[in-house]
Each structure stands twice: as C-alpha cells, then as structure tokens.
C-alpha cells in the first residue's frame, strides 16, 4: 500500500484510517467443496503460507489477511500471481504461485475462504 499512500496527506489518510475502521466485514459463507478445502488446508501447510500470513492465515502488516476472503477473489488473486499480472511489489506471491497448478489455486481458495476472519 505504501506506493499507493504515498501522495495522500495526512487529513486524507485520517479519513480513509476512519472510514475503514468503521466497516463491518461482511459475512458471506462461501460454498466450498469439502474436498477442496482439506486438500487447500494440505497444500497450505506444504507451501509454508503460515510462514508470512501468519496462523489461521489472518495477516499483519504488510502481508494481508487471506482468512475469511471471499472465494472468488481468492482465486482469482491467485491466477493473477501466477500469471504474474497481479501487484506483488517485492515478487514473493508471484513466485509462491508458480508452481501451483489449477486444482492447487481452487483447493488453496477453498481452505482460505473457510477459515473465520481474524476480529
């Protein structure tokens, strides 16, 4: 976010901090495939997700929250790194998504959407 925040001042980053924080999440459960999710949960524990995101893969600082997100996004978020289209400002979800196959993007997301959003 920093290259975007970068030319925002400090009035505009107050309300931006205000409005967000003021956002509730909204929960939509995901129709995930039972299957998917526990071969994502696998794949996620192989390719050390945790490492960056954090348990429960809920993010902190820099390394977003993927907990929770909506499956959709997660998937395509995914493809968008594999394909190396998506903004990763130092390369690490670009080159974490390489070796992922199709199935490995649809099994990832399922597990993610499944997890509950950190409060």
Not at 12 to 28: I, K
Not at 49 to 78: F, I, M, N
Not at 103 to 119: V, W
């Amino acid at each position: 976010m920093s290259p975007f925040a970068a030319n925002l001042s400090d009035s505009d980053m107050a309300d931006l901090a205000a409005y967000y924080a003021a956002q509730r999440p909204l929960l939509r459960p995901a129709a995930t495939d039972p299957a998917k999710v526990a071969a994502g949960r696998e794949l996620a524990r192989q390719h050390l997700c945790v490492s960056c995101h954090r348990p429960g893969l809920t993010g902190h600082e820099q390394v977003p929250r993927l907990a929770g997100q909506d499956l959709t996004y997660l998937v395509k978020l995914l493809r968008g790194f594999k394909a190396q289209t998506a903004g990763d400002l130092d390369g690490t979800m670009t080159t974490a998504a390489q070796p992922l196959s199709e199935a490995d993007i649809e099994n990832l997301s399922h597990f993610m959407a499944t997890l509950p959003p950190a409060p």
